[in-house]
């Protein structure tokens, strides 16, 4: 089901009103009406999947619809600090964009942490790639790179999680890396092998054969996780090639509320999507599509964001 950015928002202002009357109320009832899932990395991004994975079972267990609406990362932002406390929106996200936000918000200005509520995936790692034919045949061709050249890299959502890779790279290559942004993964892969940027970093999830992914023709440099993917056991480690295991980096897709939602409605969220997450055809569906699917309470989210919140304090300055 998809919310279109009108009718989203005149549900959010009916939640608003509801709220004011019926306050504590209305959160027992959890839900009290339709859900809202929003997200910013696209249409054929993990967010997106995962949300087509575990919409049918949602609205099974908590009886009411539930709909999936894209806006950029800004947008999901604001429109999470003002989203009314009872639930009836949800970010469904990268538990690192909410630390980086707060991480390069302005100074004196701070942020509200967005509520954890469940973690859905295990780590995937990012992978660094470029188009076949490419100069850069290996990682090592980007170290010998004139340090006064600059270098494109291609990415999604540039402003949030995937700073922590800007700010990797730069520290290793050049700090005249130039991220340019595109509004998914399609476009990304477009844009690499047109030549528009020299690189481009994506979830490795997305370049690795499956059953049913059939990865683009591009060259993988690197990948960013702890170990080599068992699929592409050639393709280096961004911490073997620098030689720091610190430089082992994953990210996991989570679902949050707004600041304030009650503990009493995000239990009921987890144990929704636990039982959607545990029918058999979305076990094999998100195997087929190489997602780690694992669903965990806030517990486990708030420990995965501590682990994060040390990458960002190891590679700051973030920044353009």
């Known amino acids: 089901m998809t919310v279109t950015r009108r009718t989203f928002l005149a549900a959010a202002g009916g939640v608003a009103a509801t709220l004011t009357a019926g306050g504590a109320r209305a959160q027992l009832q959890f839900p009290v009406r339709n859900i809202t899932l929003v997200e910013s990395y696209g249409p054929d991004s993990l967010t997106a999947q995962l949300a087509g994975l575990l919409e049918p079972g949602l609205e099974r267990e908590l009886g009411v619809p539930v709909g999936l609406t894209s806006m950029p990362h800004a947008q999901l932002r604001q429109t999470m600090q003002t989203a009314p406390g009872d639930g009836s929106v949800l970010a469904l996200t990268v538990p690192l964009d909410d630390a980086v936000d707060r991480a390069m918000a302005p100074p004196g200005q701070k942020l509200p942490p967005l509520t954890p509520v469940a973690k859905l995936t295990k780590g995937i790692s990012e992978a660094l790639f470029t188009r076949m034919g490419s100069p850069f045949v290996a990682f090592d061709d980007l170290r010998t790179v004139d340090r006064r050249r600059t270098l494109r890299v291609g990415m999604i959502e540039v402003e949030s999680a995937q700073q922590v890779l800007l700010a990797m790279l730069r520290r290793t290559l050049s700090p005249t890396i130039v991220p340019v942004g595109y509004p998914g993964f399609e476009a990304l892969i477009k844009a690499v092998q047109a030549g528009e940027v020299d690189l481009g970093v994506a979830r490795s999830n997305a370049l690795i054969p499956s059953a049913k992914v059939r990865p683009p023709p591009v060259s993988l440099l690197a990948t960013f996780g702890a170990a080599r993917n068992p699929a592409r056991p050639g393709v280096p480690t961004f911490a073997e090639l620098t030689g720091q295991r610190t430089n082992a980096f994953t990210v996991s897709a989570a679902v949050f509320g707004p600041p304030g939602l009650d503990s009493r409605s995000a239990r009921r969220v987890v144990q929704a999507l636990e039982?959607?997450?545990?029918?058999?055809?979305?076990?094999?569906?998100?195997?087929?599509l190489n997602i780690p699917l694992?669903?965990?309470?806030?517990?486990?989210?708030?420990?995965?964001?501590a682990r994060e919140a040390r990458v960002i304090d190891r590679v700051k300055p973030l920044g353009p």
Request: negative net charge; aromatic residues 0%; without cysteine.
């Open 294 to 305: 694992a669903i965990a309470g806030s517990d486990l989210l708030s420990q995965s964001m």
């Open 275 to 288: 039982a959607a997450a545990s029918v058999r055809s979305v076990v094999e569906a998100a195997r087929d």
